[in-house]
């Protein structure tokens, strides 16, 4: 089955360190995004991928970084410059195009600890 | 700045009944309308999209536009606890995919 895998589930961070976050998603969706979400809050576009070698800055982009070396795979790396970092990360795909909707994955909850 | 608003709630509808939950946006080239449910914890998953005005219709659920006016609605019949959650509102204003989302509003469906 067709689908966007997020890993790992849970991610816990100390102070000071790079993380990052796998999304892969096997759709053949051209479009990726990078969303985070704080509680009580709706989402907020970090970085987006039209294609291959590709990326643009979201809303949000400041201590993140991203790479889109396939298709398939939208990496995104928290870095020790992001201050504020807990928060509930979603990866989604997407056919480019207006009527399509975005498939997301399951997400990633990351802890400062 | 494109904005998409959403009534935060929590909006408690008694078990049977209709829950009727809106949505406005500012962009007016605003092409394409979904909405999302969100159980706690999970992610987002997409119950309706619409991209023309009037009413769409999809089992329990029906989804209405008026661009005109700058506004969608979701409306859910005969209200089940496991409807209740967060309807997130999402507008597509770019050509090729980028989503504008409101915050949210979240559902209480009470027995």
């Known amino acids: 089955d067709g689908g966007i895998t997020q890993s790992p589930k849970y991610l816990f961070r100390k102070e000071g360190q790079n993380v990052t976050l796998s999304c892969e998603q096997n759709?053949?969706?051209?479009?990726m995004y990078w969303y985070r979400q704080d509680p009580g809050q709706g989402l907020r576009l970090i970085y987006y991928?039209?294609?291959?070698?590709?990326?643009q800055k979201g809303d949000i982009a400041e201590g993140y970084s991203v790479s889109r070396e396939k298709k398939e795979s939208f990496p995104l790396t928290v870095t020790s410059a992001q201050k504020n970092p807990t928060a509930f990360y979603l990866c989604a795909s997407s056919l480019s195009g207006a009527p399509y909707g975005y498939t997301f994955g399951s997400g990633t909850r990351l802890t400062v600890v | 700045q494109k904005e998409v608003e959403q009534n935060s709630g929590p909006l408690s509808v008694p078990e049977g009944a209709i829950a009727s939950l809106n949505c406005t946006y500012s962009?007016?080239?605003?092409?394409?309308f979904f909405w999302y449910r969100q159980y706690s914890g999970k992610s987002p998953e997409l119950i309706m999209s619409i991209y023309s005005n009037g009413d769409k219709e999809d089992g329990r659920f029906t989804a209405q536009l008026n661009k005109a006016s700058q506004y969608v609605s979701l409306l859910i019949r005969d209200s089940q606890p496991s409807d209740s959650a967060t309807y997130l509102c999402a507008v597509k204003s770019d050509s090729w995919g980028k989503f504008q989302f409101g915050a949210g509003t979240q559902v209480v469906v009470t027995p």
């Open positions: 962009d007016r080239v605003s092409q394409s």
């Open positions: 991928s039209q294609i291959v070698n590709d990326f």
């Open positions: 759709l053949n969706h051209d479009a």
